[in-house]
Every structure is written in C-alpha cells, then in structure tokens.
C-alpha cells in the first residue's frame, strides 16, 4: 500500500471520528435542574424529581426509612429469594 493510499486512510478515519463525535455530543442532553426536589411518593417507595432531560423527568429512586427518604443501595452478592421451598 503506498503512503498515499495509507494517508487517504488516515484522513477518512480521523474525519469518521469528528463525525461519531459530534453526533454523539448532539445526543446528550444537559438536565434543567430544579430548585428544589420533589417527591412522588407511596406510602414508603418514592421517585425524587431532580430535574427534566427535555420533557422527561429525571430523578432517582427513594425509600423512606423511619421517616427520612434515602437512596438505597444495591446488595453484594447473590441474590437471595425471600421466600424458599426448603
């Protein structure tokens, strides 16, 4: 392969990249924060509203723990099945 052919080859990668790049950041939409959050709640499971991603909301998920609202955390390890056959 000549050293033109192979600078051809550079040239078309490199702009591929900008191209991936520049759809992607057109892709990503920055959250509207709002000034406070809001909750929407059940009794103990809840969604807190942090802000919009467009029209959408865009929060995390809350339970309510002797009457605060945390995060929960994932368990390590296996899961296990609340009730068993055993």
């Given amino acids: 392969m ?3 052919a192979r600078l051809g080859l550079v040239v078309i990668w490199v702009a591929s990249l900008v ?3 520049a759809f992607a950041t057109a892709q990503a939409r ?3 924060k709002l000034p406070s959050p809001i ?3 059940g009794t103990d499971v809840g969604f807190r509203i942090e802000g919009r991603i467009g029209n959408t909301p865009a929060g995390t998920l809350v339970i309510r ?3 605060e609202w945390i ?3 994932e368990a390590d390890g296996p899961a296990v099945r609340a009730s068993s056959s055993r």
């Fill in 19 to 21: 191209a991936v790049a």
């Fill in 65 to 67: 723990v002797n009457g």
């Fill in 39 to 41: 909750i929407l709640s």
């Fill in 2 to 4: 000549s050293v033109r």
């Fill in 71 to 73: 995060v929960p955390k």
């Fill in 30 to 32: 920055p959250m509207t």
